[in-house]
């Protein structure tokens, strides 16, 4: 069945490639199937791109086709800069953004092996692309509600299938690992939620908003589910402002109640059954009561190995994968859980701060922007920016967020670009 994944491969990068080519074709308006627009080729290109970022497409063994298809896209996003009418729109937050690679870049020159860390670079790059590929790209409101509703229309498809028993097994490799899947969700969310306030009170969007916060409880993912919280109290802030506070102390108490008093979650959040609320509100919870599954150690180990005595500069780029990948450690992992740590011991202090600076500056553009425009698809877009981008931010504490960054963080900066774009757009025709 994995064998599918290459022929799905192949079929989605001859479109992708195809539409490049083209100047324009006719599609459904995405709200009003008897309308039709003229969608330029670049158009069409990033409409299929955002739409199927969830697909892995991975294969078992042989050719490591999910890095063959993010090398693949990310030439196609170049290509896409390139022959696109309209120029890509820069910001301080991407600017930034590319200090950070700059530094991930420099950190090559003293990194162990230079394959892992170009490996590093180009998932870090992924992002960037997607929004300066949005920005360019989308001007009107109609591409940005296509690209987003066809993103969450195959993300209702993955639901519905990873909701099945079993019914993943006929489609193995297709759509990413379901801690990647989770995280994918919470944009998704913060769209529907956004949609609902802001294109007319739609009940299938709150609806799906509700569905898509269901799987990180159901499948137990506790980082997905800090990651849904903090999605919805940024959420609160940018449409309530200071009028949220009572919003935001009650998502983050029903947050902590979860932990508490859903059986499942308080078994796999505690190692002992114990631990009760009453013992966190009197500040007797200790992280030696957290089970970590070997989290807390496995940081420890790499702090202590790549990051003690390089605090600012860390240990080289790729540092921490070339060390798992010839190293037996810890049952044989591969990957962090962590991406702070990660790249703390990779690239120091200097690269957290330049990192998460950009993110930080990218939620207070977007709140700017919401704040001020009045246009209800550039709400939409700035408040699913701002909120996701806030939640998908929080899960790179324990989990490796850059590695499914198609999936992952190419969603909320896909949408900053799409912001970015949408406002050059309404400023060009005055309206």
Known sequence: MFVLNYFYFLVLTFLLFQYLQMKSKLVRHPLDGKQLLSFSGPE???TLLFSTGLLALSAPAGLDLMALRLFSLELFCLVCLKVSRTCAIWSLPLALYVIFL??????????????YGVRVILKYLYPLLIALTASAVVRDGEVFLKSSLGARTVAIICLVVSLIPFSGLLLPGVFWYATARAIHFIPMCMLSLAMFFYMG????????AIMFTLPCLLWVFRTSIMGTVVGLMAFSLFRYK???????ALIGTIGICTVFFIPPVKEKMFKSDEVTLTNFMNGQVSKDDIESN????MWAYFE?????????????????QHHFYNNFLFGGLKVMHSDIVQMKCDNGMIAVILYYSSILMMIAHAFIIFSCCRSPLIKVCA????????????????????????????????????????LKGERKTGT
Not at 201 to 208: G, Y
């Open 44 to 46: 069409l290109f990033w």
């Open 383 to 422: 408040l699913t920016t701002g909120a996701s981008l806030a939640g998908v931010a929080a899960t790179m504490y324990s989990d490796n967020v850059v590695n499914y960054s198609m999936c992952t963080l190419a969603y909320p900066f896909g949408f900053y670009g799409m912001m970015l774009g949408q």
């Open 102 to 115: 700059l530094w991930l870049v420099a950190g090559l020159l003293y990194a162990p092996s230079m394959t």
């Open 294 to 297: 070997a989290r807390f150690a």
């Open 201 to 208: 009170h739609k009940r299938k969007d709150m609806f799906m």
């Open 242 to 248: 200071l009028k949220a506070l009572p919003v935001i």
């Open 304 to 320: 202590k190995r790549f990051y003690i005595g390089k605090e600012l500069q860390g240990a080289g780029t790729g540092a921490c």
